[in-house]
Structure formats: structure tokens, C-alpha cells
């Protein structure tokens, strides 16, 4: 059974930077692509940002050039590493791999505030 743990949320200043990880467990990881999306209070949940096996990245045009998503096949862990964060950036961040139908982790708080 695949399970996916977020982890790296928390409360950051406008400008600040967290790094989201997100912890697969289950069958092969590698071969599968992966994503973070992320749903904001009275918003629909929206796609950040993917990344293929073959490491090929696809970004919201909100995010491109400060959000940067990676993956270590050896621990089974996909990244997002989140630079100038923005108010607007504020959301419960979820792991999505694409496999089936699709399996999501529980997600994880960001909250942007001054």
C-alpha cells in the first residue's frame, strides 16, 4: 500500500524560504512521477508543481523562478523547495504521485504571515 508523509510546513515571514518534503513508502518510486498541489481556505486545490521520472519539472506560472521541485530515488522523498515566499503562498501543501488514480499524502500547513 503507498503511503505519502509531508513534512516541512510551518509559519515563515513574506520573503522567507521552507523546504517541503514528502516521504513515499509502497512500491517503486522511481518510476512514477510526482507532484505537490496545494488548496488555500475557500479555494479549489491547485497544482504547484511535477516532476517525471526522467526528472522533467513543470511549474505553476505563480511559482516559476522561486519554487524549485526535486526528487532522491534513493530515499524515496520528492522536494519543494520554496524561495521568496509570498502571503498569497499561504495553503495546506500536498504530495500527489501519479499512479492509478492518483494517491495524495495528508498534507502540510504554510503559512506566510508578517
Known amino acids: 500500500q503507498v503511503q505519502l508523509v509531508e513534512s516541512g510546513g510551518g509559519l515563515v515571514q513574506p520573503g522567507g524560504s521552507l523546504r517541503l518534503s514528502c516521504a513515499a513508502s509502497g512500491s517503486v518510486f522511481s518510476i512514477y512521477a510526482m507532484g505537490w498541489f496545494r488548496q488555500a481556505p475557500g479555494k479549489q486545490r491547485e497544482l504547484v508543481a511535477t516532476?517525471?521520472?526522467?526528472?522533467?519539472?513543470n511549474y505553476a506560472d505563480s511559482v516559476k523562478g522561486r519554487f524549485t521541485i526535486s526528487r532522491d530515488n534513493a530515499k524515496n522523498t520528492v522536494y519543494l523547495q520554496m524561495n521568496n515566499l509570498k502571503l498569497e503562498d499561504t495553503a495546506v501543501y500536498y504530495c500527489?504521485?501519479?499512479?492509478?488514480?492518483?494517491?495524495w499524502g495528508q498534507g502540510t500547513q504554510v503559512t506566510v504571515s508578517s
Open positions: 500527489k504521485r501519479f499512479e492509478g488514480l492518483g494517491y
Open positions: 516532476i517525471t521520472s526522467g526528472r522533467g519539472t
